[in-house]
């Protein structure tokens, strides 16, 4: 079984752009960086690690493809298997900040995969997020790189290298 394997949807390209970053972070190569407009849920369970990205669309949704690619996932015997999250939102839309990362985290819940990634809440501001699945700990890894890209790269070294532990 390969060991890192992403999963990104994006409309505007910032999630793919993150989805980029996090596999040289993680040395992941191209081949195993899936867009998942045009990939089978079942390709999940080619990897020890999946990693699964969505930016926060509408009223606090998934983006359309990664919420087709969920309920196709949702399915899925992924016992034995780890997933971790992360999305891109824009946190003046302080009810639903990167909403899509929790609601991904509770989509696949049921697959028997153990959940790894979770992010401190520390250095974030805004009022909600089904992201938060305890105080101050986040389902995965947040990134508003509409309002504070400088934030981007440090929280994705601190994230992955926290990833590589887990
Ligand atoms: C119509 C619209 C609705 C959005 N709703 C949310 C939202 O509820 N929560 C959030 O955190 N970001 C929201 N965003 C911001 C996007 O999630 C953010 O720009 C994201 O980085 C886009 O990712 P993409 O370029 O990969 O598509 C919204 C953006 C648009 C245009």
Excluded at 21 to 27: D, P, Q
Aim: charged fraction near 20%; aromatic fraction near 8%.
């Amino acid at each position: 079984m390969k060991k890192y394997g992403i999963f990104y949807a994006t409309s505007t390209g910032r999630t793919a752009r993150v989805a980029s970053a996090i596999a040289k972070a993680l040395g992941v190569a191209d081949d195993d960086v899936h867009n998942v407009a045009d990939t089978a849920p079942s390709v999940l369970g080619d990897y020890e690690v999946a990693i699964l990205g969505s930016p926060t669309y509408a009223a606090g949704d998934m983006q359309a493809n990664m919420d087709d690619f969920i309920d196709g996932a949702q399915a899925l015997d992924l016992k034995g298997h780890k997933l971790a999250f992360f999305g891109t939102g824009d946190d003046t839309m302080a009810h639903t900040f990167c909403s899509a990362v929790g609601d991904m985290a509770k989509a696949l819940s049921a697959t028997g995969a153990v959940q790894i990634g979770e992010f401190d809440a520390k250095g974030y501001v805004f009022d909600d997020s089904e992201a938060e699945i305890a105080p101050g700990v986040y389902a995965g890894l947040l990134l508003d790189s509409v309002n504070h890209p400088e934030l981007d790269a440090p929280r994705i070294a601190a994230w992955t290298a926290a990833l590589r532990d887990e």
